[in-house]
């Protein structure tokens, strides 16, 4: 639970930046940083980092975990940070069940 709690908490700090005036998105590289709410996004990360050091790795542990090294790139482009980025999405493509494989229960 704990790991969907840091997932919504870092998503949640960066609603208010999403969208223009007019609704239109707007993406994280060009988002208002000042618009974020800095204790959610904090509290998203301390949520995030107890539930990691339990050792057991959810699918909302590692989409929390790209949300905080999203919010890293978006403070720091280096390329270093974007590699970051990689290995919890290819966690999360190795873990999440992809289409077709999918069962109907019976």
């Known amino acids: 639970m704990s790991g969907l709690l840091a997932l919504m908490l870092l998503t949640h ?18 988002q208002d940083r000042s618009m974020w709410d800095q204790l959610e996004i904090s509290q998203g990360i301390e949520l995030l980092t107890a539930a990691l050091a339990k050792g057991s790795v959810g699918l909302y542990q590692l989409q929390a975990a790209i949300a905080a090294v999203e919010v890293k ?34």
């Open 73 to 106: 790139i978006a403070r720091d482009t280096s390329i270093v940070a974007v590699r970051t980025v990689m290995a919890p999405s290819q966690a999360i493509d190795n873990a999440a069940p992809k289409c077709g494989e999918l069962k109907d229960p019976v």
């Open 13 to 30: 700090a960066r609603r208010a930046a999403r969208t223009g005036p007019g609704e239109e998105l707007i993406p994280l590289t060009k």
